[in-house]
Each structure stands twice: as structure tokens, then as C-alpha cells.
């Protein structure tokens, strides 16, 4: 069963930065894709960043040039660096293989970005 537990959110003004991690198991975690993804109550969940099992990254238009997707496969360890936060960037934050193989998520980790 894939646990994911993401965790390193918080409260910043605009401007400011953030990083978030994830810590998977039950996941052969080397060879599969991960991803971020983000949602404000009330509307759907949004992609943000994808990293392929060899590090290749994608990124949604809005953040691209300020969030950093990584990730180390030997700690199964996802992260996303975020920088020059904006206000429409807060968001509960996911991490999760890409959804047509998701089955479960975590708790997710809150981003609050004050302007």
C-alpha cells in the first residue's frame, strides 16, 4: 500500500519561499514518475510539477521559473522548492504518482501565501 506524507508548509507573506517534501512507501519509488499537485477547497486538484524517474521535470505555466521539483530515489524523498510565493499559490499541496496511477493520497501539506 503507497503511503505518502507530505509535510513543510506554512505560512509566508509574498515574495517568500518554501520547501516542501514528501516521504513515500510502499512504492518501488525509482521507477516511477511523481508529482505535486494542489488544491483550494471547493475546486478541483491542480498539477504543479512532475519529475520523471531519471529527474526530468514539467512544470505548470504559473510556476515555472519559481517552484524546483527534486527528488532522491535512494531516501524516496520528493520535493519542491518554491520561490517568489504569490498569493494564488496558496493551496493544500500532494504529492502522488501521476493520476492514472494514484489510489490513495495523503493529508497534504497547507501553503499560505499573505500578500
Known amino acids: 500500500q503507497v503511503q505518502l506524507v507530505e509535510s513543510g508548509g506554512g505560512e509566508v507573506q509574498s515574495g517568500g519561499s518554501l520547501t516542501l517534501s514528501c516521504a513515500a512507501s510502499?512504492?518501488?519509488?525509482?521507477?516511477?514518475?511523481m508529482n505535486w499537485y494542489r488544491q483550494v477547497p471547493g475546486f478541483e486538484r491542480q498539477f504543479v510539477a512532475r519529475?520523471?524517474?531519471?529527474?526530468?521535470?514539467a512544470y505548470r505555466e504559473s510556476v515555472k521559473g519559481r517552484f524546483t521539483i527534486s527528488r532522491d530515489n535512494r531516501q524516496k524523498m520528493l520535493y519542491l522548492q518554491m520561490h517568489n510565493l504569490k498569493p494564488e499559490d496558496t493551496a493544500v499541496y500532494y504529492c502522488?504518482?501521476?493520476?492514472?496511477?494514484?489510489?490513495?493520497w495523503g493529508q497534504g501539506t497547507q501553503v499560505t501565501v499573505s500578500s
Open positions: 502522488n504518482l501521476d493520476l492514472a496511477l494514484a489510489r490513495s
Open positions: 519529475i520523471t524517474s531519471d529527474g526530468v521535470a
Open positions: 510502499g512504492v518501488i519509488f525509482n521507477v516511477q514518475a
